[in-house]
């Protein structure tokens, strides 16, 4: 056997005995919704060509599951689609071991996928389980809720300027910020936390303002931020260009924390590592202050 089937059994088929069938079966448990999203990672668009294989393994499983997060959901299965220029098994080993610390670390089974020849993209689907009623949407936020954020802003951002040479602050921060990009941390559990509790969720992927506003739209709303209480990690807050890190925490994305609304009244029981950085007003929500785009105007 060799070609696609022979790389899909070598490197796959470890993974899970249900791989193998054209299709995969998935059982929710009684009283809960399926919930499903799917996301693309396109070399030179979302990571360099000099990125760790590792890296990109785990970083695929992980900020699939940040959209389970932001929907409040229990992570149920994974499926991978795989374009990639040739099967390099020097490539394949290190990436699908990152895959499978992912997948082993937040209790994911992969039950299917594909692969194929051409510029490298990874594509991962994820599916969960959310009670019926109670997923976190986008629409909802009320006027006068509270906003909230999960963690620090624009650490991905600066850790691009890591990897291009371009880090402006201590060298002992930058293996903390390429942390944060390649392993940012899906707020499952938080999610889970605020079924019953937000009004509207999302996570932070393209921006935080960017986010915000695509909040502030779908639910009718203005998202109103005050940019001096967005929370920074140390690592940013050592940068003295106070412009550039105003970039980075309001317009950077792939972060991955949570955006989320909250009745005023609730505020009390919002987990305490959650900042709160604004509030929800009356009038029409406009997308502004940047974010990433792939089709910008």
């Not at 991905?156 to 942390?179: E, F, I, N, S, T």
């Amino acid at each position: 056997m060799t070609g696609e089937f022979a790389l899909i059994q070598q490197y796959f088929y470890p993974f899970s005995e249900k791989l193998g069938d054209d299709c995969a079966a998935l059982e929710v448990p009684p009283g809960m919704r399926l919930v499903t999203s799917i996301d693309s990672l396109v070399e030179n668009t979302h990571f360099p060509p000099e990125a760790p294989p590792r890296e990109l393994g785990y970083r695929a499983v992980v900020t699939a599951l940040s959209d389970l997060a932001a929907a409040g959901a229990q992570p149920l299965a994974f499926t991978l689609a795989l374009t990639m220029p040739d099967g390099d098994a020097a490539w394949l080993e290190p990436f699908t071991g990152g895959l499978r610390e992912a997948l082993d670390t937040f209790n994911v089974e992969l039950i299917g996928g594909d692969t194929t020849q051409g510029p490298l993209t990874i594509t991962a689907a994820v599916f969960g389980a959310v009670p019926e009623q109670q997923m976190l949407q986008r629409r909802g936020a009320r006027v006068g809720d509270q906003i909230h954020v999960s963690g620090p802003m624009g650490d991905a951002a600066a850790a691009l300027c890591v990897m291009q040479g371009r880090w402006p602050g201590a060298r002992k921060h930058r293996q903390y910020l390429l942390d944060r990009f390649y392993r940012p941390t899906p707020r499952l559990e938080l999610g889970r936390k605020l079924l019953g509790l937000a009004s509207a969720a999302i996570d932070i992927s393209d921006g935080l303002l960017a986010d915000a506003g695509r909040v502030g739209q779908a639910s009718g709303v203005r998202l109103i931020i005050d940019e001096n209480r967005v929370p920074l990690s140390p690592a940013l807050r050592s940068v003295t260009d106070r412009d550039l890190v105003r970039t980075w925490a309001l317009s950077g994305g792939d972060d991955y924390e949570l955006l989320f609304t909250v009745a005023a009244a609730d505020a009390h029981r919002v987990p305490g590592q959650c900042t709160c950085i604004g509030e929800v007003v009356a009038g029409e929500e406009q997308v502004t202050g940047g974010g990433y785009s792939h089709f910008p105007p």
